[in-house]
């Protein structure tokens, strides 16, 4: 459901360009790859035991939980969400992403990747919000305002072909993948 101001949006071609800075631009390009190095770098440093992997994985799967509720409600790049977990934080999708990676650290059972992922996190997921909340602020300027005062809501219901248009199937099978990866590093004794 779109905020009652929905036509203040404006096109993607009369969007003022966002201004910001050309280190976070470069970051950002960056998030991918940089993901990538860390996940090979986490698996290769990992060390799980079955007590780690099935402990990580709780943690994980409530990541993946809070994001796949994130992702029923959201319609990328047509409003300024606010209905599901939107109503307590801008950012449902990086929270969730967040204890995702908490998870691989508690599985992995190795300090260095917990850094990693957790400087990984920090500066991918910081960039990101910025450059995200730049980016609505231009394309839906009153409707960003009035969300970030907190001053509306909205009771749209979850929506399972919502969450999957929005990719977060793929990143569920791809967070069970990672975690049998883990498992298969596991020794056997």
């Not at 650290?105 to 500066?123: D, E």
Request: hydrophobic share 50%; charged share 15%.
């Amino acid at each position: 459901m779109r905020l009652p101001t929905a036509p203040e949006a404006r096109p993607a071609s009369e969007v003022t360009p966002v201004a910001v800075s050309p280190w976070l631009i470069r970051v950002a390009r960056l998030r991918v790859t940089g993901g990538f190095l860390v996940a090979v770098l986490a698996y290769w440093l990992a060390q799980p035991i079955w007590q780690s992997l099935l402990t990580g994985a709780v943690v994980a799967l409530v990541g993946e939980g809070v994001r796949f509720w994130a992702a029923g409600h959201l319609e990328k790049a047509t409003e300024v969400t606010v209905s599901g977990p939107y109503r307590w934080t801008r950012h449902p999708l990086y929270v969730g992403s967040s204890i995702m990676g908490l998870g691989v650290a508690v599985t992995s059972r190795a300090p260095l990747v917990a850094v990693l992922v957790t400087a990984y996190l920090v500066v991918s997921l910081g960039v990101a919000a910025r450059l995200e909340e730049a980016t609505l602020r231009a394309k839906f300027p009153g409707d960003y305002k009035r969300y970030a005062e907190g001053t509306v809501r909205d009771d749209r219901s979850f929506s399972l072909a919502r969450a999957r248009r929005n990719g977060e199937v793929q990143t569920l099978l791809g967070l069970l993948a990672a975690l049998a990866l883990l498992a298969l590093k596991i020794p056997c004794i």
